[in-house]
């Protein structure tokens, strides 16, 4: 008998043993144990979808390696994610172990996407004989090897044509007829056919959302319905807001957005300047949602009612403009909501409700529901998903979403998911001006879009180092960027102070470093004048009728429409994505490139950051991106003047003035397109 202490021996399969070693052998000793399929391309941690667009070419990389010398088989699976078959597409080596495809989502929505690897037996025979035989070493026992692969796969399959196959290949010699038998492309499309994958192995599956292009590209124009008139003591409409629509369509927008068109309550009613004491006519803010009159599921009585807003969006459609809705989770303390759910809201002890803040800012006129009110669960969550389904059937797809950041991301992942799985060409941006973390998470959970911090980047490494954070890090595969100027509520500190052409610097850097572009009503004329010593607007048009004369002296119309011309005439321009920075040897002087998808030519664009005075320096043209030696000619083509002419090597001057802060070229390496 052993000795009492003698230690036992396991089996490496022994499920007794639970030591880090034994499980390793465990894992070994599995059929996909000899497979490694990691570093996958694109994905979001945490599980999220990738973000896409519909026809969009993805791009699969992944590392995938066995031990030794082995073949491998690698092939990329995908579906929309209600199908149940797999499309198939094999996978392409690089070196290094990487492996790559492609595939192109064809419809809107949900899909998913995984890697596959084996051990490619039949792909290693063929690989190792053609080696021999060029070395004249091949010997009968090679000849034998792979007869005795095929006739397995012929016998294990039953596939008629591989066991004709299998026959000829029996009856082939050991020398040219022998070989040219076994290195047949038809057989080893037939051996791929019936491969039973030895040591298979698949990762886990990918989530990626196929959105419509407006999720990626589009610009907005932001105005208040009301402030469409001549007389600031006349209440505007809907109806009034379609005289201006060849305008803003001229300007090249595509996309209306207002804030919200509900009844607006009058308990604690804002006037002039976020003011105490509104007169009787005071119009109040549109984001203390809800009176008499209804709430979010209800149109502000003033504005002219459904049919009136049937009529806008019809218009609006006409014109080639979607209009897009404010969706403002919050509530006046007028709202119908507080009388008929009381459950929806967090009451203090005395009775009363804490109305809103975001110190120092205070919204006296509005209050907030409770997302884990007593009732809330699921009336409340169930009833704000209802109000976006109700505004889809009146025609609008494309929500700006108030402070989501504020609300839970189990509300936002919930209700997104709902809505699109009734109409997944709906759109919602965040309008998050916050925490890096929460930004990029309301992206995970949903959100097609956000703003950005864009509005407080003015400095050339500021700018430059925000769009690679957006273009290299992880952000790149679910963060779009929607660079808005300006905002109702945000009025820059830049721009107070900049005059027109700091009102042209920031609409060029919008609209060329990011496919999304946004404009609140006013910037075109340059208004700028704040409160003293705030980021606010004075004589803010949210609490006030504001109508202008959009023909003002010294408006930049012309450069808005410009550029929402070649935004759309150029698809480089219709990304964040592909934007590289160059050398330009001033601080003051930033200097990108955007290149074609076919890489037939590449759109540069030099901006004098200074509003104030010109700046002078030596810069380097990207000859390299589009193939040419540093000392070749390429065309160029000025996108904004329509001039014309020739580069002669790398290294270039320029000096800009603030009357003219920028330029936007086109280089073409074999004459202009």
Same mark, same amino acid.
């Given at each position: 008998?052993?000795?009492?202490?003698?230690?036992?021996?396991?089996?490496?399969?022994?499920?007794?043993?639970?030591?880090?070693?034994?499980?390793?052998?465990?894992?070994?000793?599995?059929?996909?144990?000899?497979?490694?399929? =990691?570093?996958?391309?694109?994905?979001?941690?945490?599980?999220?979808?990738?973000?896409?667009?519909? !026809?969009?070419?993805?791009?699969?990389?992944?590392?995938?390696?066995?031990?030794?010398?082995?073949?491998?088989?690698?092939?990329?699976?995908?579906?929309?994610?209600?199908?149940?078959?797999?499309?198939?597409?094999?996978?392409?080596?690089?070196?290094?172990?990487?492996?790559?495809?492609?595939?192109?989502?064809?419809?809107?929505?949900?899909?998913?996407?995984?890697?596959?690897?084996?051990?490619?037996?039949?792909?290693?025979?063929?690989?190792?004989?053609?080696?021999?035989? !060029?070395?004249?070493?091949?010997?009968?026992?090679?000849?034998?090897?792979?007869? !005795?692969?095929?006739?397995?796969?012929?016998? /294990?399959?039953?596939?008629?044509?591989?066991?004709?196959?299998?026959? /000829?290949?029996?009856?082939?010699?050991?020398?040219?007829?022998?070989?040219?038998?076994?290195?047949?492309?038809?057989?080893?499309?037939? $051996?791929?056919?019936? =491969?039973?994958?030895?040591?298979?192995?698949?990762?886990?599956?990918?989530?990626?959302?196929?959105?419509?292009?407006?999720?990626?590209?589009?610009?907005?124009?932001?105005?208040?319905?009301?402030?469409?008139?001549?007389?600031?003591?006349?209440?505007?409409?809907?109806? =009034?807001?379609?005289?201006?629509?060849?305008?803003?369509?001229?300007?090249?927008?595509?996309?209306?957005?207002?804030?919200?068109?509900?009844?607006?309550?009058?308990?604690?009613?804002?006037?002039?300047?976020?003011?105490?004491?509104?007169?009787?006519?005071?119009?109040? &803010?549109?984001?203390?949602?809800?009176?008499?009159?209804?709430? %979010? #599921?209800?149109?502000?009585?003033?504005?002219?009612?459904?049919?009136?807003?049937?009529?806008?969006?019809?218009?609006?459609?006409?014109?080639?403009?979607?209009?897009?809705?404010?969706?403002?989770?919050?509530?006046?303390?007028? %709202?119908?909501?507080?009388?008929?759910?009381?459950?929806?809201?967090?009451?203090?002890?005395?009775?009363?409700?804490?109305?809103?803040?975001?110190?120092?800012?205070?919204?006296?006129?509005?209050?907030?529901?409770?997302?884990?009110?007593?009732?809330?669960?699921?009336?409340?969550?169930?009833?704000?998903? #209802?109000?976006?389904?109700?505004?889809?059937?009146?025609?609008?797809?494309?929500?700006?979403?108030?402070?989501?950041?504020?609300?839970?991301?189990?509300?936002?992942?919930?209700?997104?998911?709902?809505?699109?799985?009734?109409?997944?060409?709906?759109?919602?941006?965040?309008?998050?001006?916050?925490?890096?973390?929460? $930004?990029?998470?309301?992206?995970?959970?949903?959100?097609?879009?956000?703003?950005?911090?864009?509005?407080?980047?003015?400095?050339?490494?500021?700018?430059?180092?925000?769009?690679?954070?957006?273009?290299?890090?992880?952000?790149?595969?679910?963060?779009?960027?929607?660079?808005?100027?300006?905002?109702?509520?945000?009025?820059?500190?830049?721009?107070?102070?900049?005059?027109?052409?700091?009102?042209?610097?920031?609409?060029?850097?919008?609209?060329?470093?990011?496919?999304?572009?946004?404009?609140? &009503?006013?910037?075109?004329?340059?208004?700028?004048?704040?409160?003293?010593?705030?980021?606010?607007?004075? #004589? &803010?048009?949210?609490?006030?009728?504001?109508?202008?004369?959009?023909?003002?002296?010294?408006?930049?119309?012309?450069?808005?429409?410009?550029?929402?011309?070649?935004? /759309?005439?150029?698809?480089?321009?219709?990304?964040?994505?592909?934007?590289?920075?160059?050398?330009?040897? #001033?601080?003051?002087?930033?200097?990108?490139?955007?290149?074609?998808?076919?890489?037939?030519?590449?759109?540069?664009? $030099?901006?004098?950051?200074?509003?104030?005075?010109?700046?002078?320096?030596?810069?380097?043209?990207?000859?390299?991106?589009?193939?040419?030696?540093?000392?070749? &000619?390429?065309?160029?083509?000025?996108?904004?003047?329509?001039?014309?002419? /020739?580069?002669?090597?790398?290294?270039?001057?320029?000096?800009?003035?603030?009357?003219?802060?920028?330029?936007?070229?086109?280089?073409?390496?074999?004459?202009?397109?």
């Amino acid at each position: 008998m052993p000795d009492a202490t003698q230690t036992t021996r396991h089996s490496a399969l022994d499920p007794i043993v639970s030591t880090p070693v034994a499980e390793a052998l465990n894992r070994a000793t599995t059929p996909a144990g000899r497979l490694v399929i =990691d570093a996958i391309t694109p994905s979001v941690d945490g599980g999220w979808p990738v973000k896409r667009i519909v !026809g969009e070419e993805v791009t699969v990389e992944a590392n995938v390696f066995t031990d030794g010398h082995e073949q491998l088989a690698v092939e990329l699976l995908w579906r929309p994610a209600d199908e149940t078959e797999w499309r198939a597409i094999r996978m392409v080596a690089l070196p290094t172990d990487r492996w790559r495809a492609t595939f192109t989502p064809e419809r809107l929505g949900r899909h998913e996407f995984a890697i596959e690897g084996w051990l490619d037996v039949f792909g290693g025979f063929r690989r190792d004989f053609a080696k021999k035989l !060029g070395a004249d070493v091949a010997q009968p026992v090679d000849y034998m090897e792979g007869r !005795g692969i095929v006739r397995a796969a012929a016998k /294990r399959s039953g596939d008629a044509e591989l066991l004709r196959w299998a026959d /000829r290949v029996d009856a082939g010699d050991d020398a040219r007829e022998g070989a040219e038998l076994l290195l047949a492309d038809e057989l080893a499309r037939l $051996m791929m056919k019936v =491969d039973d994958r030895p040591h298979r192995l698949r990762a886990a599956t990918i989530l990626l959302d196929a959105e419509r292009l407006a999720a990626r590209f589009s610009s907005w124009y932001e105005l208040f319905p009301r402030s469409q008139v001549t007389d600031p003591t006349k209440h505007g409409t809907f109806d =009034d807001v379609i005289p201006r629509l060849p305008q803003i369509r001229d300007m090249g927008f595509d996309t209306l957005y207002f804030p919200p068109i509900h009844p607006i309550g009058k308990t604690n009613r804002k006037g002039p300047n976020n003011t105490l004491t509104p007169g009787p006519n005071d119009p109040g &803010s549109p984001y203390a949602i809800g009176s008499d009159a209804g709430g %979010h #599921d209800a149109v502000h009585p003033e504005l002219g009612g459904f049919e009136a807003f049937a009529r806008l969006v019809e218009a609006a459609k006409a014109h080639g403009l979607e209009v897009a809705l404010d969706f403002a989770i919050q509530c006046s303390p007028d %709202h119908p909501w507080l009388k008929d759910h009381p459950g929806w809201f967090a009451w203090r002890p005395d009775g009363s409700m804490k109305y809103a803040e975001n110190p120092p800012k205070k919204y006296q006129d509005i209050v907030n529901v409770d997302f884990y009110g007593p009732d809330a669960i699921p009336g409340l969550w169930v009833a704000l998903r #209802d109000v976006v389904l109700l505004w889809i059937e009146h025609g609008v797809k494309v929500f700006r979403v108030d402070n989501p950041h504020t609300k839970p991301l189990p509300f936002w992942e919930w209700m997104i998911g709902e809505v699109r799985a009734q109409h997944p060409d709906a759109i919602f941006l965040a309008e998050a001006f916050t925490r890096p973390t929460m $930004m990029y998470q309301l992206a995970k959970v949903g959100f097609s879009q956000s703003y950005t911090y864009f509005t407080w980047r003015d400095r050339k490494d500021e700018l430059t180092e925000y769009i690679e954070e957006l273009t290299t890090e992880a952000p790149k595969e679910f963060y779009r960027p929607h660079f808005f100027v300006n905002t109702p509520d945000i009025n820059p500190v830049y721009l107070q102070t900049s005059g027109r052409p700091g009102f042209r610097i920031r609409a060029v850097l919008a609209a060329t470093l990011s496919g999304l572009f946004g404009v609140y &009503s006013g910037f075109e004329l340059c208004e700028a004048a704040p409160i003293p010593g705030k980021e606010e607007y004075l #004589d &803010s048009e949210k609490y006030i009728v504001k109508p202008r004369d959009w023909n003002a002296p010294g408006n930049i119309t012309m450069d808005i429409a410009m550029l929402n011309r070649i935004r /759309r005439q150029y698809p480089a321009l219709q990304t964040h994505l592909n934007t590289k920075f160059f050398v330009a040897d #001033d601080d003051n002087i930033i200097w990108y490139g955007k290149p074609d998808p076919d890489g037939q030519g590449i759109i540069c664009v $030099m901006v004098n950051l200074d509003p104030h005075n010109g700046h002078e320096c030596n810069f380097q043209i990207p000859l390299w991106e589009i193939g040419l030696d540093d000392n070749a &000619s390429v065309d160029v083509e000025d996108l904004g003047e329509g001039w014309r002419f /020739r580069w002669y090597g790398k290294d270039q001057f320029i000096r800009i003035e603030p009357d003219q802060p920028y330029r936007i070229w086109r280089l073409t390496p074999g004459g202009f397109a």
